[in-house]
């Protein structure tokens, strides 16, 4: 724990004990006595912190993850050129992965759509040499380019 948390829980605490001192005197001349109305209003400070602590972490989840959907929303933006399958015009237009995709041609104004096609591929990597070991001692090192 670093000195700044320590003094902020030290000046907390007593805070937290002035109130309850206060609440204890206060209720002392209604009724009861000064430890039981100490010690009551204690536990209800100490939920009320709690209660409001776990406000402000939601509120900082729901925040985090909206940022999260706005950044995942911009990443999902793709420009792309594009033929026109009208007139054959090349157009730049924004796609999204996760959306049905239009443009409107900047040539002949016809609405287009996208269809999005993938295709696997093997992976190579390349090898710039390669070591058979032969019998004995021996090898023989084949260069790839
Ligand atoms: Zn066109």
Do not use: H
């Not at 709690?50 to 972490?57: E, F």
């Not at 049905?100 to 295709?119: A, D, I, L, Y």
């Amino acid at each position: 724990m670093n000195k700044t948390s320590f003094i902020v829980l030290l000046v907390s605490l007593t805070l937290t004990s002035l109130v309850s001192t206060l609440f204890g005197f206060a209720g002392q001349t209604i009724i009861g006595t000064f430890w039981g109305w100490f010690w009551v209003s204690l536990l209800l400070q100490f939920i009320g912190f709690v209660a409001y602590n776990s406000y402000l972490i939601q509120k900082d989840d729901i925040a985090m993850q909206k940022a999260e959907v706005e950044t995942l929303e911009q990443l999902a933006k793709f420009s792309i050129q594009i033929n026109c399958a009208y007139c054959n015009q090349s157009n730049v237009t924004p796609i999204q992965l996760n959306k049905r995709n239009t443009f409107k041609c900047e040539s002949c104004n016809q609405v287009n759509g996208v269809s999005m096609q993938f295709m696997a591929t093997t992976i190579t990597t390349p090898i710039q040499s390669v070591k058979l070991p032969l019998s004995g001692s021996e090898s023989i090192e084949i260069k790839m380019s």
